[in-house]
């Protein structure tokens, strides 16, 4: 090896470890332990390691512009979210470019592969319902490009993330079924890799615990929308033992259940009591209006970009933040 070439790569590669930690341990990033800095910064030393002036640059010129990946902008939580980060925002001085994976791992990958050609200063994102492969956002982390995961977030990587309370609100809105009445509630959950499902799933699973009323597998059904929760509904409201409550894993699928039960003469909430999550639209829209657990959208966006802002001026210490939610009852639940 050619020693006046060395670069952070090859001191990964030698060291046995990420190109990313090399690259803060260069810097004497705290988030790297002592330990870790002093091998790094030994071994650079003893082979003459110089940073490359054409990477330098091009750090140097990158924009004020945020990077912000939306799964759906028509739902209203994710909506409020990009409001949020907007005005956070344009109050620092920042631009945004906002673009939407539609829950598509490929099209994530290339709003990614993009944000990263037009050398966005930081990105501030939620998983497509289809990702499970991060990849693409380690190579953004291995180039310093920061990273705040809102929402659905990847624990898999080391990276700030604004989450709300999935397992309160869930677990708040299962116990309110639970008191008002129902003792064979459903919860229709979204794909189970994601985190928003586990800590939603979680928390109705320890409600119906806490007030000793089974669950059986049966109980957590995989229905995340309108359509599919139309098609599945109307089956289980007309088996031997049907649902007397449904918690639902958001308003669209919430909204579903309640035209299910009308399309077959269920009378809601006296027969059958639905919440769903997120206080948005549809919530507020449906006959009668639905009972649900309200996110605060606003929050945060304002939130993740005050937390990526910090980390692009080199003043992060990785702290989270975990946005507190709250029960909106209305006329779907007694």
């Not at 499902?197 to 007030?211: L, V």
């Not at 049966?218 to 359509?227: G, K, L, P, Q, S």
Request: net charge positive; with cysteine.
């Amino acid at each position: 090896m050619d020693k006046s070439q060395i670069t952070i790569k090859d001191i990964a590669r030698e060291l046995n470890i990420s190109v990313s930690t090399v690259s803060r341990a260069l810097k004497n990033s705290k988030e790297i332990s002592e330990e870790t800095r002093r091998r790094v910064n030994e071994y650079a030393t003893r082979h003459h390691y110089q940073p490359n002036a054409l990477a330098v640059n091009l750090r140097a010129s990158r924009s004020n512009t945020i990077g912000v990946i939306v799964p759906q902008i028509v739902h209203y939580f994710f909506s409020s979210v990009l409001s949020g980060i907007e005005q956070a925002a344009r109050k620092a001085g920042y631009n945004i470019m906002v673009a939407q994976s539609g829950e598509h791992y490929e099209q994530e990958v290339e709003i990614t592969q993009a944000f990263f050609k037009t050398r966005v200063c930081g990105v501030i994102t939620s998983l497509a319902k289809e990702t499970s492969n991060y990849d693409h956002y380690q190579k953004l982390l291995d180039h310093n490009v920061p990273i705040v995961f809102y929402d659905r977030i990847c624990p898999a990587l080391k990276t700030e993330r604004v989450v709300v309370d999935d397992y309160h609100g869930a677990y708040t809105a299962v116990e309110y079924l639970i008191k008002t009445g129902c003792r064979h509630i459903y919860f229709y959950s979204a794909d189970p890799h994601l985190e928003i499902s586990k800590n939603r799933r979680n928390g109705y699973i320890d409600a119906m615990k806490r007030y000793n009323v089974p669950v059986t597998p049966d109980m957590i059904v995989w229905c995340d929308t309108h359509e599919k929760a139309m098609q599945i509904t109307p089956k289980l409201l007309q088996s031997v033992t049907p649902p007397d409550g449904f918690f639902a894993i958001n308003n669209d699928t919430a909204a579903g259940i309640l035209n299910a039960c009308k399309a077959i003469g269920k009378r809601v909430p006296d027969e059958v009591a639905i919440c769903g999550f997120s206080d948005d639209d549809i919530a507020r829209s449906t006959d009668p209006q639905l009972t649900t657990v309200e996110q605060r959208g606003e929050e945060v966006g304002k939130s993740a970009f005050d937390i990526l802002h910090e980390k692009i001026a080199g003043k992060s210490n990785g702290k989270n933040r975990i946005v507190k939610t709250n029960l909106v009852v209305r006329g779907t639940t007694k």
